[in-house]
């Protein structure tokens, strides 16, 4: 769930201020008094008020249809303008109704290649896309980007973003490949025209993105240090976008697994959002939040467990305790108190985030048993096996109970529980359980996994230690 943005007050007084003014001094139907109304509506979409921007829109769309008429083309820009608000709400229908409306109406004013009309079109298509409507996204997204090319030619600022769009419509589809070759091609357009700032990072953002989903790090490295290049050149060191690029590198250097780099970027960006938007900002604390986890990867748990606290805070404050942002974060850090060795503060951590979980979600959810695991984990580690053994033999019963008895999850933490009844001295519950899931494992893992030779030594041991046991009962008896 992303934070809502406070409301910059001074900008919103002024607008208000104008609306005002405009409505008393010229009435509430001159032009210059719906503009300011517009302007209004377009702010508290800006926030995040969704309500009432689609509140303020409405009533201006009433208005310019009772003044213009509804296949007036003011009356045109603002069904869009509607459109996009809805669907920022995520009413999806009324959006693509909403924007159907207004493409047919051009049509019928402008034709179907006017530019007006394409970028209606346009529009749709990118309701289209957000609605999950894949296939209707690309057929009218290719539509306008033939038109476009046409009259106007292949590079032609709106026919590269048809291009743009065009990409993002096929990886919706899944289609990563097609996206690439369009997202490849719109980017060098881009370039070719040396276009904006802000056209060529949002071209290069999601050619990355592309290769991203395809696991090709390396070349979604390479794209977005180039991008970096440019965006210090071109917007300087601590512009927002230069922010945004150094975030995307660090993640794409974890994902590649080279922890060392992704630190090196995520700390220029932390740094760079604390200068620029302060320490309590929501754009700081989700960098600081990836930040804490690049560290974890590279082993450097006190630097993440110090930042994560600074998560959780900031967090449990915006959110509340039980907010799956603060929730995670607590997580987060039991787990870098784990990895430093403050296994102690590691289960105070764990078991906090266990109760907020039983809370927010219930006893018996997945999230809560996956936490209650790894509190088990940390209890082994502090040698406390019998609280480990009773919360690992909890999560197994519970995920039985479910129906989950075969999955792998469940066998998992099958095979833990096992071993822990090896290591306490429960044979006889080690012997039952491992026997009951050898099958199952090797059939989830696979023979040679670890997962399955760790079960087969285990139940051998467990085996020895009963023979040994039997043979004393017997020489005593």
């Not at 210059?32 to 926030?47: F, G, K, P, Q, V």
Request: hydrophobic letters at 35%.
């Amino acid at each position: 769930m992303e934070a809502k943005k406070q409301r910059p007050e001074q900008e919103y007084l002024e607008l208000k201020k104008a609306y005002e003014k405009n409505r008393i001094m010229m009435g509430e139907d001159h032009p210059d008094t719906h503009a300011c109304l517009d302007r209004l509506a377009e702010y508290y979409d800006r926030i995040g008020d969704y309500d009432e921007a689609i509140e303020l829109e409405e009533e201006l769309l009433s208005k310019r249809n009772a003044l213009y008429g509804q296949n007036s083309e003011v009356s045109g820009d603002t069904y869009l303008r509607l459109a996009s608000f809805y669907a920022h709400r995520r009413e999806y229908p009324m959006a693509v109704r909403l924007g159907k409306h207004a493409l047919t109406q051009r049509i019928e004013m402008l034709g179907d290649s006017d530019p007006k009309t394409l970028k209606a079109a346009g529009r749709l298509a990118n309701l289209y896309a957000s609605a999950g409507m894949t296939e209707d996204a690309i057929k009218l997204g290719d539509a306008v980007l033939r038109k476009r090319e046409k009259t106007l030619g292949e590079k032609h600022h709106s026919s590269i973003v048809s291009r743009d769009n065009l990409g993002s419509y096929y990886a919706d589809a899944g289609d990563y490949r097609t996206a690439i070759q369009y997202g490849k091609e719109a980017l060098r357009r881009f370039h070719e025209i040396q276009d904006e700032p802000g056209a060529i990072l949002k071209c290069a953002n999601r050619l990355a993105g592309y290769y991203n989903a395809l696991k090709q790090y390396d070349d979604a490295i390479a794209v977005e240090r180039e991008v970096l290049s440019q965006m210090r050149e071109l917007q300087g060191e601590n512009h927002p976008d230069t922010i945004t690029v150094l975030n995307n590198l660090a993640l794409f250097y974890g994902r590649a697994h080279d922890a060392n780099r992704a630190v090196m970027y995520g700390v220029e960006a932390f740094e760079k959002c604390r200068n620029y938007y302060g320490d309590n900002h929501f754009e700081t604390w989700k960098t600081r939040r990836n930040l804490s986890q690049y560290y974890a990867k590279a082993g450097k748990y006190a630097l993440a467990a110090k930042l994560d606290r600074q998560n959780y805070e900031f967090a449990a404050k915006n959110y509340g305790e039980l907010a799956p942002e603060a929730i995670a974060a607590e997580l987060d850090l039991a787990n870098d108190l784990a990895g430093n060795g403050e296994l102690k503060n590691a289960i105070k951590a764990g078991e906090s985030a266990v109760t907020h979980l039983r809370e927010s979600v219930g006893f018996t959810d997945p999230s809560t048993l996956k936490a209650v695991t790894a509190l088990a984990g940390f209890y082994m580690e502090d040698g406390n096996t019998e609280e480990a053994v009773s919360l690992n033999r909890y999560v197994y019963e519970k995920r039985c109970e479910a129906g989950q008895a075969l999955e792998k999850e469940t066998l998992r933490v099958a095979c833990e529980l096992t071993e822990l009844y090896v290591r306490t001295g429960k044979i006889e519950e080690a012997l039952d359980l491992g026997n009951r899931i050898l099958d199952p494992v090797r059939l989830a893992y696979g023979k040679v996994n670890p997962m399955t030779t760790n079960l087969v030594n285990n139940l051998k041991d467990a085996l020895r230690e009963y023979d040994r046991t039997e043979k004393e009962k017997k020489s005593n008896g």
